[in-house]
């Protein structure tokens, strides 16, 4: 799992499983909010989708947004 405290430049990019809305949320700004150990895993569960209400049912990808030369895990990153 990837905590947020490994991923401080980060986006994370969280789609609604139901009404598909997309929302865009900064690391650094989840990591004030629930603290870098809180893994990127347990955001997504606890993501509420703000159009639809849905809690937990949506998908999420890691983006990062500065150098693409950092390496990166698995966790379905891409670049937007
Ligand atoms: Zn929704």
Do not use: F, W
């Not at 789609?15 to 997309?22: S, V, Y």
């Not at 993501?47 to 966790?75: E, L, P």
Request: glycine content about 10%; charged content about 15%; hydrophobic content about 35%.
């Amino acid at each position: 799992m990837t905590k947020l405290s490994t991923i401080p430049q980060h986006q994370l990019s969280i789609t609604c499983g139901l009404c598909k809305h997309h929302t865009m949320l900064e690391v650094a700004n989840l990591i004030a909010v629930v603290g870098g150990d809180t893994t990127a895993h347990e955001v997504r569960q606890r993501a509420r989708c703000h159009n639809c209400g849905v809690k937990g049912n949506n998908t999420y990808q890691i983006v990062y947004s500065g150098n693409s030369d950092i390496a990166m895990d698995g966790a379905g990153v891409r670049l937007d």
